[in-house]
């Protein structure tokens, strides 16, 4: 019930292409949903996230959409660059699970050129 | 975002030994976590850290194997006793900030040979 399955495992985006990664969570308390990029031999850094109230929410390139009655939300990388080229989690917390979060298996997001 | 400083960055340690990872935040909170990341994997939480009180663990970890204090509302430390080369991967620690999220520290690269 604690898990959160993440999908595609590895994406390949042309420069200035659409990136969207999905996720899908199974405990219905979850009430946060962070999205976070990783480098190589860097700590995960915080994108962006949101709360079960609204469907969808915006930072720049990066929207996540979230459909709660499907248990599921997405990230979607507009315009992607090279620079974008990471590993991206999905996680979802909070609710009696406050202060843990529960990562996906993480997806490897390649932009060529 | 919260500052979280965690040191060493990374070392090679051998067999049967211990390694004490340290974790600074810029401001006091409440709870800190502690995360393994093993290689080309996602994260696992491994404890919560509260101050005044013992670390809750999750399943799968024992406070004899990964020992942590909580000393005061900035600073908490991870040991990883009686290392094996099952050890290796990447720790971290996270904080809860109101506004910012959980933010991670940069990661300690343990290497057990």
């Known amino acids: 019930q604690q898990q959160v399955k993440q999908s595609p495992q590895s994406l390949i985006v042309q420069k200035g292409g659409i990136s969207i990664i999905n996720c899908a969570y199974e405990?219905?308390?979850?009430?946060?949903f962070p999205w976070y990029q990783q480098f190589p031999g860097k700590g995960p850094a915080l994108l962006i996230a949101i709360r079960p109230d609204v469907s969808e929410k915006k930072e720049g390139r990066f929207t996540i959409s979230f459909n709660k009655s499907a248990k599921q939300f997405s990230l979607h990388i507009m315009d992607s660059q090279p620079g974008d080229s990471a590993t991206y989690f999905c996680?979802?917390?909070?609710?009696?699970?406050?202060?843990?979060?529960?990562f996906g298996q993480g997806t490897i997001l390649t932009v060529h050129p | 975002s919260a500052v979280i400083s965690q040191k060493p960055s990374r070392d090679i340690c051998q067999r049967g030994t211990s390694l004490t990872i340290q974790c600074q935040v810029d401001s006091q909170v409440t709870m800190m976590f502690w995360y393994r990341q093993q290689p080309g994997q996602s994260l696992t939480l491994i404890a919560t850290a509260n101050q005044g009180s013992e670390a809750t663990y999750e399943s799968g970890f024992v406070i004899d194997k990964f020992p942590i204090s909580r000393p005061n509302l900035t600073f908490s430390t991870l040991t990883v006793s009686n290392m094996s080369p099952e050890d290796s991967s990447i720790y971290l620690c996270?904080?809860?900030?109101?506004?910012?999220?959980?933010?991670f520290g940069s990661g300690t690269r343990l290497t057990v040979v």
């Open positions: 996680a979802a917390g909070g609710g009696t699970s406050y202060g843990k979060l529960t």
């Open positions: 996270s904080v809860d900030r109101v506004h910012y999220g959980y933010t």
């Open positions: 405990n219905t308390a979850f009430d946060y």
